[in-house]
């Protein structure tokens, strides 16, 4: 491992996590067998810190506290043991009850819960408020091993009779903090008084107050704690690396990986994903759209990810897809761009991911997909990498329209500047018998603009704030889609791009050796074939400009202006 990504190393907690442990592997942890098909079936390939650190407690019983937000792999890590636990025999009353703050959650758990005990015929109900009870009356009735249930909803049912609570075995306070927000405290306190004496107490939360702690003071017996590092990175040199998230729902994320790419144009990237079905599916997807995409997986033989990684460094691949597994020991020297295609599992695989960009003084960029509820995680890796991530909009069409007339208005600029036109003069003097010069020029503008462009995607991609599934009266808070791109930033024109070898960090290093601005003060940097975009601090364009006409880049003196005459910007 790089000193680069263990400048991160996370804090001592009660019962660390460690970040990059010898992974023990699901079959370690001592998991059945119907469960560890499950799990590979669903192409998990190793448990993440929290599973890793809560499951085999959970097995041997023991009650369990837990600090994880969304986005962790809680789910699973009280799910498979609860599973594991189920008797061989079933009477019909449920074994387990979760509970959680809503609606959604209750049927996102219970999925989870019913694709892990696949195999072991597991049979699971959601039950939560503005669902026809009638159904669920149906489905209690005809036997139930696990309910995943919002509090009130369970109480109901309880109260009904309709929801039977001796057979429990164990219970789950699932984000047990947002219930407490939500006014669930009494309704909590009325259905833990109902359960067997004799059961094993789950409870996790994003956050530890002290309410939260009496209430695990008050109902879970001797509890193993399980923590994230809290603690910010120790001192140390703060990497070059923008961090920026995208609030993008699931369906929406392949239309807006494709659209960041686009206005990011990484030298090479990384696009991390969960699960090793996810590397398979989003290489396919993006290749579909155009995009030269390969999947690295931790299956692969030596020789196999050798070719992968030969064809990232000589450019015929733009994009590699892996897991962090398949990741591991990688180092790829032009590497511009990490892309977490999910929130990662921990904020200790967060750093490690980023720690594969901003070397060396390099800038680099990180930049994550983050579905509306992983907010929690986002700002929990925040804290821990002390840096802030910045929550940008998803570029939309008209985003990707003005920018690609931006690259093509730069390219006939230069081409206007430095080539021999004359050959073309023919042409433009026998279509002026016949058109207007003007007309003439628009029609060499769109083919010019086309075969530097390609079609554009037309996809509605909706801006999500945080969080939007909060149900009406609930207390959290809501934030808007985010800022828009950076004010007070000029673009400037550089007459080198990636013929001349150029990459951003080269732009990076000429324009900090040279002057006063900082890596972090550079906005985003667009390599064409034949020049370059960066944007600059305002203030300091002028300087940028005088500096960078008098010094070359990778041994060439280049053309150095505004972008556009009149120094418009970019933030415009
Ligand atoms: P959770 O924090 O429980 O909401 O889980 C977040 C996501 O991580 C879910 O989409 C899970 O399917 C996925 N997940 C959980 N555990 C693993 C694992 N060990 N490997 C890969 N993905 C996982």
Do not use: W
């Amino acid at each position: 491992m790089s000193s680069d990504s263990a400048r991160f190393a996370p804090a001592d907690t009660t019962d660390p996590i460690g970040p990059d442990e010898d992974p023990a592997t699901f079959s370690d942890l001592g998991l059945r067998p119907e469960l560890l098909d499950a799990i590979t079936a669903l192409g998990y390939e190793e448990p993440t810190p929290i599973q890793r650190a809560a499951i085999p407690p959970l097995l041997a019983g023991r009650d369990l506290l837990g600090q994880a937000a969304t986005g962790t792999g809680k789910t699973a890590a009280f799910a498979l043991p609860l599973l594991h636990r189920l008797p061989t025999t079933r009477t019909g009353e449920p074994v387990a009850l979760v509970l959680v703050p809503t609606r959604e959650l209750a049927v996102q758990v219970s999925e989870a819960i019913h694709r892990y005990g696949r195999d072991l015929g597991a049979r699971v109900l959601p039950i939560y408020g503005g669902q026809p009870i009638g159904r669920q009356l149906r489905v209690l009735d005809g036997g139930v091993d696990v309910v995943v249930a919002t509090p009130g909803r369970a109480l109901d049912h309880i109260a009904r009779g309709t929801l039977r609570l001796d057979q429990l075995d164990t219970v789950v306070l699932d984000e047990a903090d947002e219930m407490l927000d939500m006014g669930f405290a009494e309704d909590i306190e009325a259905i833990l008084r109902d359960v067997p004496e004799q059961r094993q107490t789950v409870l996790f939360s994003a956050t530890m107050p002290d309410r939260i702690d009496g209430m695990a003071r008050q109902h879970l017996r001797d509890p193993i704690r399980i923590a994230i590092g809290r603690q910010p990175a120790a001192g140390g040199e703060t990497p070059l690396v923008r961090q920026v998230a995208y609030v993008v729902a699931r369906a929406h994320k392949p239309a807006a990986l494709g659209r960041v790419l686009d206005i990011e144009s990484p030298t090479a990237a990384i696009v991390f994903c969960r699960s090793r079905e996810e590397v398979d599916r989003l290489t396919e997807t993006m290749n579909g759209r155009g995009y030269r995409a390969e999947a690295l997986h931790g299956g692969m033989g030596q020789e196999q990810r050798d070719r992968v990684m030969g064809r990232l460094r000589t450019g015929t691949a733009d994009l590699l897809v892996a897991t962090d597994v398949a990741a591991r020991g990688l180092d790829v020297e032009q590497l511009s761009h990490v892309i977490n295609y999910d929130v990662p599992s921990a904020p200790e695989s967060y750093v490690h991911r980023i720690g594969r960009v901003g070397r060396a003084g390099r800038q680099g960029v990180a930049i994550t997909l983050a579905e509306p509820r992983e907010h929690r995680m986002l700002k929990t890796i925040e804290r821990i990498t002390g840096q802030r991530i910045s929550i940008d909009r998803v570029p939309t069409v008209a985003d990707l329209r003005t920018r690609r007339l931006e690259m093509t208005r730069a390219a006939l600029h230069e081409s206007l500047l430095e080539d021999d036109l004359e050959p073309y003069r023919v042409i433009v003097e026998t279509l002026t018998d016949e058109f207007d010069v003007m007309e003439v020029a628009l029609a060499a503008v769109r083919l010019a603009h086309e075969a530097i462009g390609g079609p554009i995607d037309e996809e509605d991609i909706p801006q999500v704030p945080l969080r939007p599934e909060r149900p009406a009266g609930g207390r959290g808070r809501r934030q808007g889609p985010g800022r828009a791109r950076a004010a007070g930033m000029t673009c400037l024109f550089i007459g080198v791009g990636r013929r001349a070898g150029i990459r951003p960090q080269d732009l990076v290093g000429a324009i900090t050796g040279e002057t006063r601005v900082s890596g972090r003060e550079i906005g985003a940097i667009e390599i064409a074939d034949r020049f370059s975009l960066v944007e600059v601090p305002r203030s300091a364009a002028t300087e940028v400009i005088n500096r960078l006409r008098q010094t070359t880049i990778k041994g060439r003196r280049a053309t150095v202006r505004r972008d556009r005459e009149g120094g418009r910007d970019l933030a415009e």
